[in-house]
């Protein structure tokens, strides 16, 4: 399971015209899930991204986890794109949507957050605090 993890003044995602969810000050986490992936790896995978400490404390420097502020949790399979053989992404190593759905909420629900849809084409925007930007994975 793999998760990019930004840092975020805003964010929110729109679907077919309508805003599914949006946040002030967090995280927003695009999320992939591999066929390999458990329920185990989505609780630590939350764990980790809740205890992240990439917030700044009373003197400025990164020491302080999401606490109150809020997460937007993204599905994103192109997160296990391969390139190594061309350039046009393989996904191979993304999990099949009845495998990574249930894992996606799992993840989700784990950390309170507001989500896109899955499966859906979804339009994303944010504003970088920072910026700060973490890659974070579970095996």
Same mark, same amino acid.
């Given at each position: 399971m793999?998760a990019l993890?930004? @840092?975020?003044s805003r +964010?929110s995602?729109? &679907?077919?015209?309508t805003v599914?969810?949006?946040i002030?000050?967090g995280?927003?986490v %695009?999320?992939?899930?591999?066929h390999?992936?458990? !329920?185990?790896? =989505?609780? #630590?995978? =939350?764990?980790?991204?809740? +205890?992240l400490?990439?917030f700044?404390d009373v003197?400025?420097?990164m020491?302080? =986890?999401?606490? !109150?502020?809020?997460?937007l *949790?993204?599905?994103q399979?192109? %997160?296990y794109?391969?390139t190594r053989?061309g350039? #046009?992404?393989a996904y191979?190593?993304a =999990?099949?949507p !009845?495998v990574a !759905?249930? %894992?996606?909420e799992?993840? *989700?629900e784990?950390?309170?957050a @507001?989500?896109g849809?899955?499966? +859906?084409?979804?339009? &994303?925007?944010?504003v970088?605090?920072g910026?700060v930007?973490v890659?974070?994975?579970v095996?």
């Amino acid at each position: 399971m793999r998760a990019l993890v930004q @840092r975020v003044s805003r +964010a929110s995602v729109t &679907v077919d015209g309508t805003v599914t969810g949006a946040i002030g000050p967090g995280l927003l986490v %695009l999320l992939g899930v591999t066929h390999a992936d458990t !329920e185990a790896d =989505a609780d #630590r995978i =939350a764990e980790r991204i809740r +205890a992240l400490r990439v917030f700044p404390d009373v003197e400025g420097r990164m020491n302080e =986890a999401l606490g !109150e502020r809020e997460v937007l *949790c993204i599905s994103q399979f192109t %997160l296990y794109g391969d390139t190594r053989k061309g350039n #046009r992404p393989a996904y191979v190593q993304a =999990a099949r949507p !009845e495998v990574a !759905e249930p %894992l996606y909420e799992r993840v *989700c629900e784990r950390l309170g957050a @507001r989500r896109g849809v899955f499966g +859906a084409h979804m339009d &994303v925007e944010l504003v970088n605090d920072g910026p700060v930007t973490v890659m974070i994975e579970v095996p």
